[in-house]
Every structure is written in structure tokens, then in C-alpha cells.
């Protein structure tokens, strides 16, 4: 980190948050100091990492490269930014980092299933809804594995399957989804199967539940699922990135969404990002790049009448 850097960060108050009981649910705020939460004009940024639901070397500190690069940016759209966080939750069990229930206690135990990801994120959303009242304002950026849970956020509680919560949430006035996963089932068999692992320890041996949580696969309408939580008063924008670059998932992953969130008639560009799977969010620009975009089109946007 440069000096100027690290002076810039100095501005910002961080304060971690367990916003449940497990040790991995716990989440990261970095705040602007002058900002005053309600204002309807500034933005939040909010991370969700990746790591296929399960890597515990995957953190809400990753985040931390872009949290620097935008809070040191002389970009003017950026600085319509109010604050930061990062969001960590419960992850599935780890073949090469094992754990001994035995000796491994509740709190720190690696086990979750589907629905306990995406329900870990919901309690985390409405946690910093409620202590920090971003409301709606707020654009939702999900790396890998943790761009689906940001779109499976417009099924509303059928991503759930079963898990009960009466929390309301306020969407996101924008999405942005970096190398992400959106048809479980079509990236394994494209994969020849090589992915059957980490998508079994995650949701289970039943394929149909895959093509059930695949937001590509959603046979509802997204746009009209995801108005009975949005009260922003915008239209959603969407961003899906990519890269030729990316050694781990190809374009049609992409493309499969987008074709979705077309046919739904939601906002949706989709951008070409440079280097490999996990580049972009320790590079950091281009992360910036992408919010720098979101929030430049939410600003010239007019109220989503509803029409």
C-alpha cells in the first residue's frame, strides 16, 4: 500500500461486525466519516467474496484492495460512495482443509448447506439495513460463487427453499457480477463433471436443486419477483463480467445470464475484464471501473414508475 494509500485509508472508520452467532458470520464496514447514511444521493458499495462456497482462505478482507483503490481515486463518481462492507457467512466443508467435529466447536464448525448461504447473506444485508439505513442504496458486488447469491436475491424467498425469515429487504439499486456462476447444472456438464465436488458439498447430490437456485434457470419473471422487495424507487441495473482470461469459467456463463435478465427486461450490460479468476478484486481497478459505471447510470436514471 503506497503512503498516499494508506493516509486515504486512515479517513475511513472500519468497525467488524458478527451480525449472527458462527464466527463466519460476521461482516466488514469501512465508513466515510462525513457521510450522513440517509442521503439518497451517496451509495454503498457491498462484497460478497468467492471461494466456491467453501474456501476459508476467502475472507471479507478481500475486499480490502478495493476498498483503498476507490477510497484514493480521483474518479468524482466514486466519491458519491458512503461506505464499504464485506460480507462473510458460513461456509461448506473443505476437502484439503478438514475439520474434526469432535474437536471443533459449533461456532467454528464449517458444515453449511443450502439454504445456509444465501440465508446467511439476507441476515447480513438486513443487519447493515438496519444499523447503517443504506435502504436501497446500495450496489451489490459478487465475485465468483457469490454473484449468484446476489442475483438469487430477485427470487426472494423461493432461493430460501424452506428456510424461514421474516426479513424484509430493501434490493440493491445495482448489481454487479464478476466471473460468476449462474447455471450450476450447465457449467458441470460443460466441465465434464469436474465440478460435481464443490456443488455437491454446497447443495447436495439432487441436480434438480441446482437448476432450482440457478438464477439463469429462475422460471419466473426476475424483474417482477424482485419488485415486492425493492422500495428505491430505480429501475435494478445490472453488470456481468468476464474475461477470456478467466481459466475457471467460461463466457457462457455470462451469456446465459444476461439472456435471462434480457428476456425479464431488467437493465444489463456485460464487460470484459482482464486476467485471471481471482485478478480482479487483488488488482482492484477494474472493480472500480465497474461501480464507477453503476453509479454513474443510477444517477442519470428517473423513478422506476413500475410500468
Same mark, same amino acid.
Given at each position: 500500500?503506497?503512503?498516499?494509500?494508506?493516509?486515504?485509508?486512515?479517513?475511513?472508520?472500519? %468497525?467488524?461486525?458478527?451480525?449472527?452467532?458462527?464466527?463466519?458470520?460476521?461482516?466488514?464496514?469501512?465508513?466515510?466519516?462525513?457521510?450522513?447514511?440517509?442521503?439518497?444521493?451517496?451509495?454503498?458499495?457491498?462484497?460478497?467474496?468467492?471461494?466456491?462456497?467453501?474456501?476459508?482462505?476467502?475472507?471479507? !478482507?478481500?475486499?480490502?484492495?478495493?476498498?483503498?483503490?476507490?477510497?484514493?481515486?480521483?474518479?468524482?463518481?466514486?466519491?458519491?460512495?458512503?461506505?464499504?462492507?464485506?460480507?462473510?457467512?458460513?461456509?461448506?466443508? =473443505?476437502?484439503?482443509?478438514?475439520?474434526?467435529?469432535?474437536?471443533?466447536?459449533? =461456532?467454528?464448525?464449517?458444515?453449511?448447506? =443450502?439454504?445456509?448461504?444465501?440465508?446467511?447473506?439476507?441476515?447480513?444485508?438486513?443487519?447493515?439495513?438496519?444499523?447503517?439505513?443504506?435502504?436501497?442504496?446500495?450496489?451489490? %458486488?459478487?465475485?465468483?460463487?457469490?454473484?449468484?447469491?446476489?442475483?438469487?436475491?430477485?427470487?426472494?424467498?423461493?432461493?430460501?427453499?424452506?428456510?424461514?425469515?421474516?426479513?424484509?429487504?430493501?434490493?440493491?439499486?445495482?448489481? %454487479?457480477?464478476?466471473?460468476?456462476?449462474?447455471?450450476?447444472?450447465?457449467?458441470?456438464?460443460?466441465?465434464?463433471?469436474?465440478?460435481?465436488?464443490?456443488? !455437491?458439498?454446497?447443495?447436495?447430490?439432487?441436480?434438480?436443486?441446482?437448476?432450482?437456485?440457478?438464477?439463469?434457470?429462475?422460471?419466473?419473471?426476475?424483474?417482477?419477483?424482485?419488485?415486492?422487495?425493492?422500495?428505491?424507487?430505480?429501475?435494478?441495473?445490472?453488470?456481468?463480467?468476464?474475461?477470456?482470461?478467466?481459466?475457471?469459467?467460461?463466457?457462457?456463463? %455470462?451469456?446465459?445470464?444476461?439472456?435471462?435478465?434480457?428476456?425479464?427486461?431488467? !437493465?444489463? !450490460?456485460?464487460?470484459?475484464?482482464?486476467?485471471? =479468476?481471482?485478478?480482479?478484486?487483488?488488482?482492484?481497478?477494474?472493480?472500480?471501473?465497474?461501480?464507477?459505471?453503476?453509479?454513474?447510470?443510477?444517477?442519470?436514471?428517473?423513478?422506476?414508475?413500475?410500468?
Amino acid at each position: 500500500m503506497s503512503s498516499e494509500a494508506s493516509e486515504q485509508m486512515r479517513h475511513l472508520k472500519f %468497525v467488524q461486525h458478527q451480525y449472527r452467532d458462527h464466527d463466519l458470520q460476521r461482516l466488514g464496514v469501512w465508513k466515510r466519516p462525513a457521510c450522513v447514511d440517509s442521503l439518497s444521493s451517496k451509495y454503498w458499495v457491498v462484497f460478497i467474496h468467492g471461494g466456491a462456497w467453501r474456501d476459508p482462505r476467502n475472507t471479507f !478482507e478481500d475486499f480490502a484492495p478495493c476498498v483503498e483503490y476507490m477510497q484514493s481515486s480521483a474518479d468524482p463518481a466514486l466519491s458519491s460512495i458512503c461506505g464499504f462492507v464485506s460480507i462473510d457467512h458460513r461456509l461448506s466443508p =473443505h476437502p484439503e482443509f478438514p475439520q474434526d467435529p469432535a474437536a471443533t466447536t459449533r =461456532h467454528a464448525l464449517r458444515h453449511a448447506r =443450502h439454504p445456509d448461504h444465501i440465508a446467511d447473506v439476507y441476515s447480513a444485508l438486513a443487519f447493515v439495513q438496519r444499523e447503517y439505513d443504506i435502504e436501497g442504496n446500495y450496489i451489490l %458486488v459478487g465475485h465468483s460463487s457469490r454473484a449468484p447469491i446476489a442475483c438469487q436475491l430477485l427470487i426472494g424467498h423461493a432461493a430460501l427453499h424452506g428456510h424461514v425469515t421474516d426479513t424484509l429487504l430493501h434490493l440493491p439499486a445495482a448489481i %454487479v457480477g464478476i466471473y460468476g456462476i449462474y447455471d450450476l447444472g450447465g457449467l458441470n456438464d460443460r466441465y465434464g463433471d469436474d465440478y460435481a465436488g464443490f456443488l !455437491e458439498g454446497a447443495f447436495g447430490t439432487d441436480r434438480k436443486v441446482w437448476q432450482q437456485i440457478s438464477p439463469s434457470c429462475f422460471p419466473g419473471d426476475l424483474k417482477a419477483a424482485g419488485k415486492t422487495a425493492r422500495r428505491s424507487g430505480r429501475a435494478l441495473y445490472t453488470i456481468l463480467a468476464g474475461s477470456p482470461d478467466d481459466t475457471l469459467l467460461d463466457s457462457a456463463e %455470462v451469456e446465459v445470464m444476461k439472456a435471462k435478465l434480457t428476456k425479464d427486461a431488467v !437493465e444489463v !450490460e456485460s464487460m470484459n475484464l482482464v486476467g485471471d =479468476h481471482d485478478f480482479v478484486w487483488k488488482e482492484a481497478s477494474q472493480v472500480a471501473r465497474l461501480v464507477s459505471q453503476c453509479v454513474k447510470t443510477l444517477e442519470a436514471q428517473q423513478p422506476d414508475t413500475g410500468k
